[in-house]
């Protein structure tokens, strides 16, 4: 059974190693550039004198996302900075701010927060929270993502038919995604993805990180991520 979170959440939860050994923090949330998923965290140290990591924690590298941590299997899970390098960070990044739109060139809104359906083996991006652009919509809206995400320019792009399975809330949005996906399966060719969307690996299904833009990462990330030795 999956349970459907928001990204936010996960902002400050502790990482902790199945062996029950607590490593780090969640700082920020790395979004990646192509594909609207997570890339990985930023990490903070534990303690009340700990400030930021020089590790960071690429989301392959996740065994798991329980009520009150995030699970890895051990500290070798933690990376280098310039493991996420290219990647942007949530507060300023390539996903949350960004625009949603169709196919056919119809303005969803803004993306506010990104979903997750975190089940008992797998936890994939799964929707989009968004402030509607129809001024006559709710206060927030959730948007459900295809298997694979299309970019273009400063916008997300999805099917049109996603607009049918808009919700208001989490109530049964992950029956919605489930059936918009379905729904997307079966109109495309046998064996091929569905149409206008482009041949990306979903998250898990490669060793590297599935990165969300074409733009460059901010300054000070840049920057962080050429010099570990600075302070983060």
Do not use: C
Request: hydrophobic fraction near 35%; charge should be negative; glycine fraction near 12%.
């Amino acid at each position: 059974m999956s349970v459907l979170l928001r990204a936010a959440e996960l902002v400050k939860r502790p990482v902790v190693t199945l062996a029950g050994e607590d490593v780090a923090q969640i700082k920020d949330i790395i979004y990646s550039s192509r594909n609207g998923e997570l890339a990985g965290f930023t990490l903070n140290g534990r303690g009340v004198f700990s400030g930021p990591l020089r590790r960071t924690l690429p989301w392959e590298n996740v065994h798991g996302l329980g009520p009150e941590a995030v699970m890895i299997k051990d500290e070798t899970g933690l990376a280098d900075r310039k493991a996420l390098r290219g990647e942007r960070e949530g507060a300023g990044g390539a996903v949350l701010g960004s625009t949603v739109i169709t196919e056919g060139g119809r303005n969803l809104g803004v993306v506010t927060d990104v979903i997750l359906s975190v089940g008992d083996r797998i936890t994939d991006a799964v929707g989009y929270e968004i402030s509607p652009a129809d001024d006559a919509a709710p206060r927030r809206q959730f948007v459900p993502l295809p298997d694979t995400l299309s970019v273009s320019g400063e916008a997300l792009m999805l099917p049109e038919s996603a607009i049918n399975f808009i919700r208001d809330d989490l109530a049964g949005f992950g029956a919605a995604v489930d059936e918009f996906r379905s729904q997307l399966r079966q109109q495309s060719p046998a064996g091929g993805q569905p149409s206008g969307q482009p041949s990306e690996p979903r998250n898990g299904e490669s060793a590297g990180i599935q990165p969300l833009t074409q733009h460059p990462p901010p300054a000070d990330v840049q920057d962080q991520a050429e010099n570990p030795g600075d302070p983060g």
